[in-house]
């Protein structure tokens, strides 16, 4: 427990490369509210966002990836067409939704993410659990990703050759901002879903967990989905190396 | 462990929809590995696939989605051009990934896929904890996914109406191929790298697990790749409902 406590400490402490910026508006709203309580620390987050990616190299290795163009809220037609005027190799437009990376304490504050994460519509959602963490250990540090399989990637260029018309684009900004829209009235019902659990749950920071405490609200794993509608307000930037994902490396510890 | 060991025989003795069809090639093969052990039980899975989708309704929910299209293998430009003339609504040509389940009987042989799994390219892959499984509990139920970002969601026609040209079409069925090849060297890095894994790990079966076995073969915890180049040879239709996500299902038990 200690452990853990300390670790948040340092990582909410330091400059680190997703808080050199200021947190897309959701996630901050969610690190926040979890950040509030001792058993959770929020890591890399994004709110979604609208790439176009310039790579050149053969074949589909990532190589020499280049940002031409990157918005967390409404993209516009015009703003793609000039980004893809700079490409000069395979040119990719990439619609990605909300990525949410929490470290929890224990096994269950994970579970209880991951069912919400689920019953938002997030369900590529997973628990990863670092190598030192053992089922036998008390208090292995186990990490929860929010994933959707909600995205797009749509090769667009091809040796710096628009290889689609102008129309098309018109009917990939749409429906990438459509997208979009559905993704934030995910992350609101996520919001809301955690705001639900965590009052049902066994408070994590009493010292007798006897028994969940007394609450008029019940967090009741549901399949059915609220819409409401949210628009995202972000403007953040994001360098290609600050790839959400590449925060499981949190887990090469000592 | 009784209880596990019950669950499994009952799992691979049912017909169930993914094993109507023959299982693809890889999969099949790594079902043999995984489930002479003990401690895990193969679900769905999928060595990967071509889809062309064709949905109707507002929106992007899917709504009366149909399948015009679907190979786990090299796919060709005419055959996507003669499901493309069937579609009535908003078709989408998509490329997913090597997708594969393993139910496990303990935290720590979920760890060991999951290790093996994103140290083969398989970066999203996770685990999810049954909700019946709680960290005191003697043998939880653990779920690993094999999961990759290595995909394609492109939409081609809207109302019926195709919006790209045919050398497009051609142009997204190389890079789809290419993203196939790359998924099956993948794979194969998977099988390997499971396979020496599991000869290091304390072996399943022994009833006094004290340390692990010597062996000649040892699985360290690598990050350069190999390269192997193998084509998939599967031959298996997939019903709509059949989406291997839905496996999560298994833990809405008692």
């Known amino acids: 427990m200690a452990a853990f406590a300390r670790r948040k400490a340092e990582r909410l402490a330091r400059p680190d490369p997703s808080r050199k910026r200021a947190l897309d508006a959701h996630a901050a709203e969610l690190a926040r509210l979890l950040n ?13 966002r609208v790439l176009v990616l310039d790579t050149d190299g053969a074949g589909i290795q990532k190589k020499n990836c280049r940002w031409l163009l990157v918005t967390h809220g409404t993209c516009v037609k015009d703003d793609v067409m000039t980004a893809l005027e700079k490409a000069t190799g395979d040119a990719v437009f990439k619609f990605e939704p909300f990525v949410f990376h929490v470290l929890c304490r224990e096994l269950q504050d ?29 208090n292995p540090v186990v990490f929860q990703a929010v994933r959707s399989t909600h995205c797009l990637e749509v090769p667009l260029s091809h040796k710096g050759r628009l290889m689609v018309s102008e129309e098309y684009i018109d009917f990939l900004v749409h429906i990438a901002n459509q997208k979009m829209e559905e993704n934030i009235r995910r992350i609101d019902r996520f919001h809301k ?23 008029h609200s019940v967090y009741v794993h549901r399949r059915k989905r609220r ?25 090469a510890e000592p």
Do not use: Y
Request: overall charge negative.
């Open 36 to 48: 509030a309580r001792e058993t959770f620390c929020t890591a890399s987050s994004c709110d979604g």
């Open 110 to 138: 994970a579970q209880l993410l991951h069912s919400v994460a689920v019953d938002s519509g997030f369900r590529n959602s997973g628990i990863t659990v670092g190598r030192g963490g053992k089922i036998t250990m008390i």
């Open 193 to 215: 879903g955690l705001e639900l659990a965590l009052e049902a749950a066994i408070p994590a920071d009493t010292l007798a967990p006897e028994g969940p405490e007394k609450s």
């Open 227 to 251: 819409s409401t509608r949210e628009q995202a307000d972000p403007s953040r930037e994001m360098e290609p190396q600050d790839d959400p994902e590449s925060s499981l490396d949190l887990f």
